[in-house]
């Protein structure tokens, strides 16, 4: 069963959400994420997806007292994402209570310190972030595109023993227009051993049931929820 996993993204320590990562276009929608937070609990939610936008474009780890307070007030499942670039900014996120680290800019520019995070703390405590434009992988908060294939990326970290990789498809976050639904179909279908978490544009719970059919591991889903394009009552069946 397909895992939901509503997204928290932080700016300035409010929940927000932006279109395409671009941060000139940022809704505020809750001055507290922890009100948030509760709300999905209390609704049955287990997992939660927290970026931290301050920290990818500051390349630190910034929101971390949010994700403490989350933490510590809930009872869910947190992993976190955004500015993870040293042992320290590691080691602060999985201090304050994250269950798992998304990491991705730093397995482009630096993979053998990726590598090392891998082996020292387990597959299961890492996910790589593939986020994807037009194919290729960008980083930095998307700010920043490369030249490296997608699906080369994905066999490099499958080689050296990463299981779980969420993957953004950048031109479908945020914009209420669905999601790459065959792009995740053809990754689990190239990749079997790998949990791929889908993340952008998701905007139907039909798009989240045909993810769940495919293989797909997990739906990350944050403006549809915020906007009530998906309403929390639709998602019962798949929070048993």
């Not at 994420?33 to 630190?60: S, W």
Request: hydrophobic share 45%; net charge negative.
């Amino acid at each position: 069963m397909i895992t939901i996993i509503p997204a928290i993204d932080i700016m300035d320590g409010k929940c927000v959400r932006l279109e395409q990562g671009d941060y000139r276009l940022k809704k505020v929608y809750e001055e507290d994420p922890l009100t948030v937070a509760r709300r999905f609990e209390d609704f049955g939610i287990q997992r939660l997806h927290v970026v931290d936008l301050d920290g990818a474009v500051a390349k630190h780890v910034v929101n971390w007292n949010t994700l403490e307070r989350i933490v510590s007030r809930t009872g869910l499942i947190v992993d976190f994402g955004g500015g993870i670039k040293s042992d320290q900014d590691l080691k602060v996120v999985l201090d304050s209570g994250a269950a798992m680290a998304v990491v991705g800019s730093i397995a482009v520019s630096d993979p053998d310190l990726f590598e090392s995070w891998l082996f020292a703390y387990g597959p299961k405590k890492i996910i790589l972030a593939a986020d994807t434009r037009n194919g290729k992988i960008a980083v930095s908060g998307w700010t920043d595109t490369t030249a490296i294939d997608l699906f080369d990326f994905l066999k490099q970290f499958k080689d050296i023993g990463v299981k779980q990789v969420l993957c953004t498809d950048i031109s479908k976050d945020g914009m209420l227009e669905g999601s790459s639904v065959d792009l995740y179909k053809e990754m689990v279908g190239k990749f079997s051993g790998m949990q791929i978490i889908a993340s952008g544009g998701i905007t139907s719970v039909k798009e989240i049931h045909t993810l769940n059919e495919s293989g797909v591991a997990g739906a990350i889903i944050g403006k549809a929820l915020y906007e009530g394009k998906i309403k929390l009552e639709e998602l019962k069946d798949f929070l048993i």
